[in-house]
């Protein structure tokens, strides 16, 4: 059963008071809070477990090790991947992107004249890196339109489909205005195609989204722990093991060798072989207690509550007058408007004097901003402890912004 109290009541800064309100948090598509499990596995790391890990003989380090492996597999049974070979520990979402454009451009599969596909939504993490993938590879980036709505165009998206077409890099679901995409149906359309590589943005699709990585079909998939209720700097890249086998490792260094000698060096196995240098051990097992979490309520119940939460949310803005939603109606995650005549940034100054905590801005989705010809939006963005006492909180303190800034 779930219960909104026992929730809340697991993450302790839900009661801290924010200019002398009640925290109403409503940025979790910037960062989720922690909850006590989480705070705990961090803690209890440094305090009882820490060490350097897979080098040491002694107790402390074979028990870090056992607790970072542990989490391995239990972030592999949490995305269904075949094995764990397939998770590579990395530092989040960017991480991930930036590790599998890197490796494309270094293996020399991608060249003048290729393509690489994204779409409108992605946010800059899922662009930049692929703008830096083709200056050095020759290649040319095709973007995937999208309809006013916010959501992509499905006919747009196969008529870009071709030979050269090398990479599709979409993400799950769209951090600025909250749609799903169909991310099965278009790693079906693009493999169908002949895409060698596809490669889903996960940052928002992992705390709303129970994912099967083996069942959406894809090549990579990149998420981050801070998103998910676990710390920062700490996330995954799940990788098709003959995939990753295929490609030439990153950045070299510790644990991703197995021989070195002045002449040459062999690398490691995977997962390793992508995971150079010490990791963020901690944050695994954070993680780990992140996703157990979330695993002991339910991802299908936590999004069917942010769903009821979203839909009264946008029911309410719809009730002020000149207000305009971005994203489909059946939004995920995060509900993005503006207000004819009032800026996004003097709405969120105003609505963080009444305690509510909202992203205003482009949220890392300039071309997006610019395909819609604003310079932002006010974003809410809702969790597990958020609640409809959030939302009547919310909807009235915009209100009386409102009337504070006409
Ligand atoms: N992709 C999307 C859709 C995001 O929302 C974010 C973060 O907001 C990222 C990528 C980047 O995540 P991180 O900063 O954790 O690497």
């Known amino acids: 059963m779930f219960s909104e109290d026992e929730i809340r009541h697991h993450f302790p800064i839900l009661d801290r008071k924010i200019n002398g309100q009640p925290l109403v948090y409503l940025d979790n598509a910037a960062t989720t809070q922690k909850p006590m499990e989480v705070l705990f596995a961090s803690k209890h790391y440094y305090e009882a477990m820490n060490s350097n890990i897979h080098r040491g003989t002694h107790y402390l380090a074979r028990l870090a090790t056992e607790g970072f492996e542990k989490a391995r597999k239990t972030v592999a049974d949490h995305l269904n991947a075949a094995s764990t070979d397939e998770i590579i520990f990395t530092s989040g979402t960017t991480d991930g992107i930036n590790l599998v454009a890197d490796v494309l451009a270094l293996s020399g599969t991608i060249g003048a004249g290729d ?32 309809d006013d709505d916010g959501v992509l165009d499905q006919e747009g998206f196969r008529a870009l489909l071709n030979g050269r ?14 749609t799903v995409h169909p991310v ?56 098709r093991a003959d995939v990753l086998n295929a490609l030439p490792p990153w950045r070299g260094g510790g644990e991703m ?38 695993n002991q309520i339910g991802v299908g119940e936590i999004a069917a509550h942010e769903h009821d939460l979203i839909q009264a949310a946008a029911a309410g803005l719809a009730e002020i007058p000149d207000v305009r939603l971005y994203g489909p109606a059946d939004r995920a995650g ?28 482009h949220h890392c989705c300039q071309p997006l901003m610019a395909r819609f010809g604003i310079s932002g939006t006010t974003r809410a963005s809702f969790a597990v402890y958020n609640t409809l006492a959030d939302v009547e909180i919310f909807v009235a303190s915009v209100r009386k912004a409102v009337g504070m800034l006409r």
């Open 115 to 146: 393509e690489i596909l994204i779409s409108t939504l992605e946010h800059h993490s899922n662009i930049v890196p692929w703008q830096m993938l083709c200056q050095r590879t020759g290649a040319e980036l095709k973007v995937i339109p999208c």
């Open 165 to 178: 077409t090398k990479v599709l890099a979409i993400g799950w679901i769209s951090n600025a205005f909250g």
């Open 184 to 239: 099965a149906e278009m790693t079906a359309a693009a493999k169908a195609a002949g895409v060698p590589y596809v490669l889903l943005d996960a940052a928002q699709a992992t705390p709303h989204v129970k994912m099967d990585v083996q069942a959406v079909g894809a090549d990579f998939v990149a998420l981050s722990g801070h998103k998910v209720y676990a710390n920062t700097g700490i996330g995954v890249l799940w990788g």
């Open 257 to 294: 060798i197995k021989e070195v000698t002045f002449a040459g060096t062999t690398y490691n196995d995977l997962p390793f072989k992508y995971e150079a240098g010490t990791p963020n051990i901690e944050g695994a097992i954070a993680l780990e207690a992140a996703l157990d979490f979330v």
């Open 334 to 361: 995060a509900l993005s408007f503006n207000i004819a005549g009032i800026h996004h940034y003097d709405l969120g100054t105003l609505l963080d004097q009444m305690g509510v905590a909202v992203r205003t801005g």
